[in-house]
T-cell receptor
Framework: KQEVTQIPAALSVPEGENLVLNCSFT??????LQWFRQDPGKGLTSLLL?????REQTSGRLNASLDKSSGRSTLYIAASQPGDSATYLC????????????FGAGTRLFVKA | EAGVAQSPRYKIIEKRQSVAFWCNPI?????LYWYQQILGQGPKLLIQ????????DSQLPKDRFSAERLKGVDSTLKIQPAKLEDSAVYLC??????????????FGPGTRLTVT
C-alpha cells in the first residue's frame, strides 16, 4: 500500500533563505509525482509535476527532484519570500491499482520578513 | 482558460441533514476527482470519474455518500445523512485523459463543510 510522508510538518525560516522540503513514498511504481501549494482556506495550486521518467523539474525559484529508486522527492525553494508562506503538499500517482493519487499531509511553511 | 468551478464555497448543516456539492471541471478534461480534506491532513480521494464512468470509489462511504457525473462534464457529490466527522473541505479536481503532461490535476477552490 502506497504511503506518502512529508518532513518536516512545519518550518519557519527568515526571508531570503534557501530551503528544502522532503517527500518520501513507499512504492516506487509511480506514474508521476506532483507538488502543490495550498493557501489557508483555498484549493490546491499545482507547482510542478515530474513524470516517472524524469529526474527534476524547474519553475522560477522552485526546483523539484525525483529519485524513484529511493522513494524520495525534494522541493527546493530559492531565496524564500514571505509570499511563499503556505502549505506544500506532494502527491504520488501510482501506475498500478487504479491509479489513485495519494497525498502527503503537507509541510506548513512560514517565511518571516 | 477557466479553472475548476465549485459551489457552494461554504456550507453549515446539522448532523443527519443532507447536502450537495457541485463541480464543473476545466473544459475538455475527461477525468474528474472528488477529494475530502480534513483539517491538518492531505486530501483523500473519494471518487474518480473518467468521462461519466467511475474509475475508483474504494474510499467513498457508500452508505451515506453518492456522486454522479451524468453527461461526462459537471458532477455532484451528495452526503445523506451527514455526520460530525464529515466536516472537511471537499475539493474537486480535473485532468486530461491524455496529453503532456497527462494526469496533471487542477483543483477548484473547495467547499468547506461544517456539520454541527
Amino acid at each position: 500500500k502506497q504511503e506518502v510522508t512529508q518532513i518536516p510538518a512545519a518550518l519557519s525560516v527568515p526571508e531570503g533563505e534557501n530551503l528544502v522540503l522532503n517527500c518520501s513514498f513507499t512504492d516506487s511504481a509511480i506514474y508521476n509525482l506532483q507538488w502543490f501549494r495550498q493557501d489557508p482556506g483555498k484549493g490546491l495550486t499545482s507547482l510542478l509535476l515530474i513524470q516517472s521518467s524524469q529526474r527534476e523539474q524547474t519553475s522560477g525559484r522552485l526546483n523539484a527532484s525525483l529519485d524513484k529508486s529511493s522513494g524520495r522527492s525534494t522541493l527546493y525553494i530559492a531565496a524564500s519570500q514571505p509570499g511563499d508562506s503556505a502549505t506544500y503538499l506532494c502527491a504520488v500517482r501510482p501506475n498500478t491499482g487504479g491509479f489513485k493519487t495519494i497525498f502527503g499531509a503537507g509541510t506548513r511553511l512560514f517565511v518571516k520578513a | 482558460e477557466a479553472g475548476v468551478a465549485q459551489s457552494p464555497r461554504y456550507k453549515i448543516i446539522e448532523k443527519r441533514q443532507s447536502v450537495a456539492f457541485w463541480c464543473n471541471p476545466i473544459s475538455g478534461h475527461a477525468t474528474l476527482y472528488w477529494y475530502q480534506q480534513i483539517l491538518g491532513q492531505g486530501p483523500k480521494l473519494l471518487i474518480q470519474f473518467q468521462n461519466n464512468g467511475v474509475v475508483d470509489d474504494s474510499q467513498l462511504p457508500k452508505d451515506r455518500f453518492s456522486a454522479e457525473r451524468l453527461k461526462g462534464v459537471d458532477s455532484t457529490l451528495k452526503i445523506q445523512p451527514a455526520k460530525l466527522e464529515d466536516s472537511a473541505v471537499y475539493l474537486c479536481a480535473s485532468s486530461l485523459l491524455r496529453g503532456v503532461p497527462s494526469y496533471e490535476q487542477y483543483f477548484g477552490p473547495g467547499t468547506r463543510l461544517t456539520v454541527t
